[in-house]
């Protein structure tokens, strides 16, 4: 074994201990290191945590961001988004490759650097975007390009590239009762201390709270559940793993209202007796890491965090920041679980539920990065003043991430009642035909349909606000979706691992002309085996885009039938073309005859 492996895994154990907790942090570790995930170093991993290969390797090679192959000094991925396309994502990429000499998913031969495309990485407002190394690329044109090319080609490191290049806005367009505030970090703590854990679980019950992730789940019940349930430690996780294609609030929120987040996470921890927490960042926000670890650094400092906080004894709660490694299905609570637990991302079975057997085993209550901070509100201005915000059915505002045919993408913080059209208005849409309303897996509203309202009732939404135009092509968008699924289907259960491909290359054929009546046919039946059939929400969900426009739009579909009937996605006879080059003959028996001839 190389001693390059053997220091890399030893400062990775220094750093996140033997247990297999924190076996993903370690490979995210060694891999910026060393460039790889190589079988040398699976086997050092191993040995070092006392585990079998097989559930190193099964963990690494789950993950998108990491990588067996060497992908060089540079590895440059593309957002692959709709929004990143529409865009002109495609045609910088090529320019890049040009630029640089090389393939999209090949390294250069002189194995510098890597070019390819990944899954939407938080950044709709402010594309075409990329990830370097995984640090966070915004407003891509070929200005920047040109630069990022001869920074390449000299083979300056990442902290010598210019910082303009790494700027990220937080595009707040539109702050509302959570945001326009100013907040005073500490202050929920200490409201939360003054009303004491049962004054504090009642305002919450009091502001009908709902989980801002998009399951809408009451939070106060939630709260109540893993508090009364049994075990001797309990958790506390934020669920920051923002992965939805179209969604970017959380981004905001971490960004510049970190303190807000943090103080509604350690209120939620004070509610259930939890002395540790986790903030599950996802790995495209790599970006953020540092300043959030300087905020906790400043929180433990003024007794925000650590043992006896603002004096209360018996009140030890801290924080840690796991990172995770470019998976969709994380977003999943469950799954999202097991990724903390150094395993596979793969969504649990459920019942039992994570309030009362999550993380480790121990009652766990996982919120996301907009309920962390709702909870910080509440505990300040009160429930009654949230619950008076909204509708009667949902309490409160939402922040909306507004991205595609837009004149002012960026974040908008609406009470939930608001229409879809005032939306469009706000955001200075540009002759809007749909909006996809909580990403791929919500809703496709069409033009006929823009009075509708975004709350609970109506349109709920874990954020994603998706505006296509007139000039756009929906059967693209529904297809572009399908890719998306598929690739981050976990594989875990067949109706989706099967079912999403096939509805990829279904989605592929009809863009190729080659589609027929048969395909839409089968497409509806597969459609419904994944809704039925699937283990958890990604399969639920994925053909909702195809479903949705099918019924919207079915112009774009019917336009690309080739034929009422059944047609092949393989042509046989264009296969025999290098058959009949290499024989020299193009007579009519080196040719498959169809009917018509």
Request: proline content about 4%; charged content about 25%; overall charge negative.
């Amino acid at each position: 074994m190389s001693t390059g492996v053997q220091d890399a895994v030893a400062r990775g154990i220094a750093r996140h201990g033997r247990l297999r907790t924190g076996m993903l942090g370690l490979l995210v570790g060694v891999q910026s290191e060393l460039g790889q995930i190589s079988g040398e170093t699976l086997d050092a991993i191993a040995r070092a945590l006392g585990l079998p290969r097989a559930q190193v390797e099964a963990t690494a090679s789950f993950y998108h961001l990491l990588h067996v192959d060497n992908h060089g000094a540079y590895e440059i991925l593309f957002s692959d988004s709709i929004v990143d396309q529409m865009q002109g994502q495609r045609d910088l990429m090529q320019y890049l490759c040009e630029r640089l000499w090389i393939q999209p998913g090949k390294a250069s031969e002189d194995g510098l650097v890597y070019v390819d495309i990944t899954s939407d990485i938080g950044m709709g407002d402010q594309g075409p975007a990329a990830l370097v190394n995984g640090y966070t690329l915004p407003s891509l044109d070929r200005n920047r390009l040109d630069l990022i090319a001869s920074l390449v080609r000299e083979g300056k490191p990442l902290e010598a590239w210019p910082r303009m290049l790494f700027v990220v806005a937080d595009n707040v367009r539109r702050a509302g009762p959570l945001l326009a505030k100013a907040f005073e970090p500490g202050s929920a703590v200490r409201r939360a201390l003054e009303l004491g854990s049962d004054g504090l679980l009642a305002e919450l019950d009091l502001s009908n709270l709902r989980g801002r992730g998009g399951a809408y789940y009451k939070t106060a019940t939630k709260l109540r559940s893993c508090r009364e349930a049994r075990g001797a430690a309990h958790y506390v996780v934020c669920n920051a793993d923002e992965g939805e294609p179209g969604t970017f609030k959380d981004r905001a929120l971490l960004q510049s209202h970190a303190d807000l987040v943090l103080d509604g996470i350690t209120v939620l921890a004070f509610v259930i007796g939890a002395r540790r927490g986790f903030i599950y960042l996802r790995g495209e926000y790599l970006y953020l890491h540092a300043s959030l670890e300087a905020a906790l650094d400043r929180r433990r400092a003024t007794g925000l965090l650590g043992t006896a906080i603002l004096g209360r004894s018996g009140f030890d709660f801290d924080i840690e920041i796991r990172l995770g490694a470019g998976a969709y299905i994380c977003g999943e609570e469950t799954a999202l679980i097991e990724s903390l637990e150094g395993k596979p991302g793969k969504p649990r079975n459920r019942p039992p539920y994570p309030d009362t057997r999550g993380y480790l085993g121990a009652p766990t209550v996982v919120n996301n990065v907009e309920t962390c901070a709702c909870v910080a509100r509440i505990a300040v201005e009160g429930g009654a003043w949230f619950a008076s915000i909204g509708t009667s059915h949902s309490s409160g505002s939402k922040l909306l991430s507004v991205s595609g045919d837009c004149k002012r993408p960026g974040v908008y913080e609406h009470a939930f009642g608001v229409t879809v059209r005032q939306v469009l208005e706000d955001c200075g849409a540009v002759h809007p035909q749909a909006v996809q309303v909580g990403g791929p897996s919500g809703t496709c509203v069409s033009w006929k349909e823009f009075e509708r309202r975004i709350a609970i009732e109506d349109l709920p939404t874990a954020g994603a606000f998706m505006v296509f135009s007139r000039e756009r092509d929906m059967f693209e968008v529904a297809r572009n979706f399908t890719h998306f699924f598929a690739r981050e289907s976990c594989g875990f259960c067949t109706p989706c691992r099967v079912g999403t491909t096939l509805l990829r290359n279904t989605m592929d054929k009809l863009a190729a002309g080659k589609g027929s009546a048969y395909d839409l046919r089968q497409m509806s039946a597969l459609m419904d085996i994944m809704l039925r059939a699937s283990h958890c929400g990604l399969g639920h969900t994925a053909a909702n885009p195809v479903v949705q426009t099918m019924e919207e739009f079915p112009e774009s579909y019917e336009r690309r039938l080739a034929h009422l009937d059944f047609e092949p996605a393989f042509d046989l006879d264009a296969a025999l073309d290098t058959a009949r080059l290499i024989t020299g003959r193009d007579d009519d028996w080196a040719h498959v005859l169809s009917e018509e001839s």
